[in-house]
């Protein structure tokens, strides 16, 4: 699996602890920025993301900033993205099984480390279950249109 990592300076020390979680286990990352602590704007960096996923560079992303909201809100403009904010597994694992988000969204002063690593765990491992999500996500997608 290969996936894309970015954030905004708000989220740079959380995005650097999942990459290294990943990379312990053997996950190939691309990331997008930000490379330290100096302000970057996150629409920028969910648009980078965005682009590595819908190009088929890699298969998910994760973004993060403050909050996770305004990476996400930012995710969610460009077609094709379906970026989750989530702080807790279950919303993790649903967000995947139920709306195949390709973007989990999460916030480095909201939650801490232990909790996200958790998180980015239950998300990585949830797959999509089709069937009768496959209608709704269908129609999200028309949306965009």
Known sequence: MK???????????????IARWL???????????AYNTDSVDYPDISAKAA????EGRC??????????????IAANKIDGIRA??????YSARKSREHNDANILTLGERVVGIGAALLVVEE???AEFEGGRHEKRV????????
């Open 51 to 54: 682009k590595e996923i819908l």
């Open 84 to 89: 989750a904010l989530c702080h807790d597994v």
């Open 3 to 17: 996936i894309v990592l970015g954030s905004d300076h708000g989220g740079f020390y959380l995005k650097e602890e």
């Open 59 to 72: 298969e998910r992303g994760i973004l993060v900033c403050g909050t996770g909201i305004g990476i996400g």
């Open 23 to 33: 990379e312990a286990r053997s996950i190939e990352v691309v990331d997008v920025g």
């Open 123 to 125: 998300w990585l491992k």
């Open 138 to 145: 269908a129609k999200i997608k028309e949306l965009e249109r």
